[in-house]
């Protein structure tokens, strides 16, 4: 059964800082993996979808890498900015039309 | 990317009464879609596969007579909890593939927020 993990839970840096999220899962066949960002009281917004033949997949001052051999994908943000407090939620499906199956997410918080 | 639209977005309603949520897939068609339910602080729990045209898959746990999973085109699938009862407050989130063909993007709704009183 596949678990995913995000680790820490909760996450606070001052403003313009480069910081790296983590994420990790215990069964390398995965199909994608996919970083969200959930804002209080609102739905998923995909951030980046990085395919199982990807190492990394960039938008703007996001990167995401993918090592599945070790089972890991790192989202970078880049300069931090007040705005990008929310949570962070990885996700991994081990077929195109299979289930997401997702970590807890880290609620991050940029102090200005 | 593409957009998924839920309706409405909160409610509140007595308990014993039924609630419907919609879900559509504004700019693509979704032969499957997908319906969550997240508890404050926690991430989300699948509830069911939403399948255009047929029955809907449910997880294991979620009852089935309780939130009847309706996927009539392929553009729309409908959430309704019957006879809704406190517990059943709850954020409910769907979501549906869309994107790049075969890359399996999800990309979900904004969410419905219910409460039962």
Redesign the interface.
């Known amino acids: 059964k596949q678990e995913v993990t995000q680790i820490p839970a909760a996450l606070s840096v001052p403003e313009g800082e480069n910081l790296v999220l983590n994420c990790s899962f215990t069964d390398s066949a995965i ?2 993996l ?1 970083w ?1 960002r959930q804002d209080p ?6 951030l980046l ?1 990085i ?1 199982s033949s990807q190492r990394e997949q960039t938008s703007g001052r996001l990167n995401a890498s993918l090592d599945k051999s070790s089972g890991r994908s790192t989202l970078y943000i880049a300069a931090s900015q007040p705005g990008d407090s929310a949570t962070y ?1 990885c ?1 991994v ?1 081990t ?6 199956t ?4 880290i609620t991050l918080s940029v102090r200005p | 990317g593409a957009v998924v639209s839920q309706h409405p977005s909160w409610v509140i309603c007595k308990s014993g009464t039924s609630v419907k949520i919609e879900c559509r897939s504004l700019d693509f068609q979704a032969t499957t879609m997908f319906w969550y339910r997240q508890f404050p602080k926690q991430s989300l729990m699948l509830m069911a596969t939403s399948n255009e045209g047929s029955k809907a898959t449910y997880e294991q746990g979620v009852e089935k007579d309780k939130f009847l999973i309706n996927h009539a085109s392929l553009t729309l699938s409908t959430l309704t909890v019957t006879s809704a009862h406190p517990e059943d407050s709850s954020f409910y989130i769907c979501s549906a593939r869309g994107g790049e063909r075969g890359t399996g993007e999800l990309f979900f709704g904004e969410g419905s927020r219910l409460t039962v009183l």
């Open positions: 199909y994608n996919q969200f009281g609102k739905g998923l917004t995909s979808l395919q939620l996700a499906i077929g195109a039309n299979s289930k997401l997702f970590g807890k997410g």
